[in-house]
């Protein structure tokens, strides 16, 4: 049995640990869209994303490209996604695109 710390109500707060080989994953934002080159591991279902700069990011399969007409994501934000699980597919990649200038998104896979 694990316990989850409380918030100020009381309530759980799920909390996942980093995945300790293979779960980081530096992708450089440019003008063109990039993707993590190694797939996520099949039982990942959160990623957390960390940008230097503002970027675009979409997540998908092993081919998936961003635009400018996706999800914003500002520099210097931590945030956790759900990839999937369950009776959904999971998502493999995440793909970046710079929003401004060049910059570097890391992403680490929880457990």
Do not use: W
């Not at 230097?52 to 961003?66: K, M, Q």
Request: proline share 5%.
């Amino acid at each position: 049995m694990t316990t989850l710390p409380l918030d100020t109500e009381q309530y759980p707060i799920p909390a996942l640990r980093l995945k300790v080989t293979g779960g980081a994953h530096v992708i450089a934002a440019t003008a063109t869209t990039a993707r993590n080159t190694t797939a996520f591991d099949a039982n990942t279902r959160v990623v957390s994303l960390y940008a230097t700069g503002p970027v675009y990011v979409r997540f998908g399969g092993a081919s998936v490209t961003v635009a400018t007409t996706d999800h914003y994501f500002p520099a210097g934000m931590y945030y956790d996604f759900a990839i999937g699980g369950g009776k959904v597919g999971v998502f493999t990649n995440v793909a970046v695109l710079r929003a401004d200038t060049d910059c570097t998104v890391y992403v680490s896979e929880k457990e």
